[in-house]
């Protein structure tokens, strides 16, 4: 868990500061690959969408990559995009290509660690290293490292080689999944998080507490509707999910949000499992890497590294989420 200092890798730990509070770091490549090529809206740089073009370094532990990999599958575009997973343990070099456990190494160009990725692209890079990372393999560059950003590219730059009848941010819609993603993103996605990452009591009681309001309220509107947004499911869905299904098994425990779990309230475990039984999704679902990253990478959470072989999580089993009218 360390950061790049002009090109050269610390093992640093995140500084929470005299308020006890974690801040996530912004993402730095924030570039668009565009069906033209063209650069788009407030960006320098064009990318033009091509197959075969471009790489995902993703892992099945982050939930962040965890959202790339879900539109990849939807999208169907795993002969358009190809990928490559790390390893599930991140020590002090961060994220590495080991191949085990179904972590693939590094394909394109034999790295030992992710950080050497960032470098490729920027030699002076500093900031942290994570993933995913959208590369561009012609001009041998980070395309971009917010997952944000990334799923909205996959959802419509690449839709003359995939699935371009699946549209998870339908213009009509977006204000309100929009607005679904800003309650959740700093409550529920990151505020997990900024729980388990506290320093303080006080910080982590203030992220405990908006966690489960958050969750909360998410229950109630699925009290109403199927999905969060529409009749279909959309990006506010899939962002909510890769918390979601890493919450019982990790969050709960791991990072003390031990308030309830998912499956104690019935329509968000209703609607995780809804989630998980659509076609494709739950390959993209490893629970070794989601627990064995977590359980033994943070040694400042847990210092023994020991990995618990519970909870017995069945997604699986049915679910009720029918009763609403079906999606056309």
Request: hydrophobic share 35%; aromatic share 12%; with cysteine.
């Amino acid at each position: 868990m360390g950061r790049l200092v002009d090109g050269i890798w610390k093992d640093e730990w995140y500084d929470t500061g005299s308020d006890g509070k974690f801040k996530r770091s912004e993402s730095q490549f924030r570039d668009w690959i565009t069906v033209d090529g063209k650069p788009a809206e407030g960006r320098e740089r064009g990318f033009k969408a091509e197959p075969g073009r471009y790489h995902l370094y993703v892992s099945y532990a982050c939930p962040w990559a965890h959202r790339t990999l879900v539109y990849r599958k939807l999208k169907k575009l795993e002969d358009v995009i190809s990928v490559d997973v790390v390893h599930h343990f991140m020590g002090e070099n961060g994220w590495t290509f080991v191949e085990e456990d179904g972590a693939t190494g590094d394909t394109l160009y034999g790295s030992e660690f992710l950080h050497q990725i960032y470098t490729r692209a920027d030699p002076t890079y500093s900031g942290r290293v994570t993933v995913p990372v959208l590369w561009d393999k012609k001009e041998q560059t980070i395309v971009s490292n917010e997952s944000s950003e990334i799923i909205r590219m996959l959802n419509s730059a690449f839709d003359a080689w995939g699935d371009a009848s699946v549209d998870l941010s339908p213009a009509h819609l977006r204000r309100e999944i929009d607005a679904v993603n800003d309650r959740v993103y700093p409550a529920i996605n990151n505020g997990v998080y900024r729980a388990g990452f506290a320093t303080t009591q006080g910080a982590y009681e203030e992220a405990f507490d908006e966690l489960f309001d958050a969750l909360d309220d998410m229950e109630q509107r699925l009290a109403r509707s199927r999905y969060l947004v529409g009749d279909k499911t959309t990006e506010a869905d899939w962002r909510l999910f890769t918390t979601l299904i890493r919450f019982d098994a990790v969050y709960y425990s791991h990072f003390k949000c031990n308030l309830r779990q998912i499956r104690d309230y019935p329509n968000l475990s209703n609607y995780l499992r809804d989630l998980y039984q659509v076609p494709g999704i739950a390959s993209t679902v490893n629970m070794l890497h989601i627990k064995a990253h977590y359980y033994a990478s943070h040694e400042t959470v847990n210092p023994t590294r020991i990995v618990p072989k519970g909870p017995e999580l069945d997604f699986t089993a049915p679910h009720d989420r029918n009763r609403f009218r079906k999606a056309a």
